[in-house]
């Protein structure tokens, strides 16, 4: 089974530019999350996905920050402009989804893409 | 203070040593306790999962959750050179486990 996969894996831009993150979940995997992992730091939920409506954004900068899922499967997250604080590990994961009876609903993590924002 | 707290090390141990490692959490309303392994540029991978309190064991891989304490621990036996990584505790209360809060992480070396 093909893991997560995310696109690019390093990308540096300086301050005010903007970036684009590409992610691909493991096939039929109906929940996707994007998560910011700081240096030194647990990841951080950005932005989850259920098929490809929003659950929860509550921690998205929303002023600079967008994601979308288009037909449920790939999604990207932007940065527009994007910020030194910025700089992090973003990471997408997928899961299975749903609640069904003793369903674990493991997230699978991608490698992540690196930003260094100068 | 921080939902979950974690001791991010560094800890350096000699090879075959028992590790322990440990995280603290003040929202008592977490029911589904993990931990993940995270090597240097890779994503997560999910190492135990525990439903509630007691102990649950994997191989050389031991997982405790005490949530009379909210504390919980992950022991690693007969510690190898390939457990060198990041081990992230994370905490849910949602059944489906679909928001993780996550610690910060403890980077552990074992030393050959």
């Known amino acids: 089974e093909a893991g997560v996969a995310q696109s690019p894996r390093y990308k540096i831009i300086e301050k005010r530019q903007s970036v684009a993150f590409w992610c691909n979940p493991i096939s039929g995997h109906a929940t996707l999350y994007w998560y910011q992992q700081i240096l030194g730091q647990g990841p951080k939920l950005l932005i989850q996905?259920?098929?490809?409506?929003?659950?929860?954004d509550s921690q998205l900068p929303k002023d600079r920050f967008s994601a979308e899922r288009l037909k449920g499967v790939d999604s990207t997250l932007k940065i527009q402009p994007a910020k030194l604080e910025d700089s992090a590990v973003y990471l997408c994961a997928s899961s299975p989804g749903g609640t069904a009876e003793g369903n674990r609903n493991e997230q699978f993590f991608g490698p992540g893409t690196r930003l260094t924002v100068l | 203070q921080k939902e979950v707290e974690q001791d991010p090390g560094p800890l350096s141990v000699p090879e075959g040593a028992i590790v322990s490692l440990n995280c603290t959490y003040s929202n008592s309303a977490f029911q589904y306790f993990m931990w993940y392994r995270q090597y240097s540029r890779k994503g997560p991978e999910l190492l135990m999962y525990?439903?509630?309190?007691g102990n649950k064991e994997d191989g050389r891989f031991t997982a405790q959750v005490d949530k009379s304490s909210k504390y919980i621990s992950l022991f690693i036996r007969d510690s190898q050179p390939s457990d060198s990584a990041t081990y992230l505790c994370a905490m849910s209360d949602v059944f489906g486990n679909e928001k993780l809060t996550f610690g910060t992480g403890t980077r552990l070396t074992i030393i050959p």
């Open positions: 525990t439903y509630s309190s």
């Open positions: 996905f259920q098929n490809n409506g929003v659950v929860d």
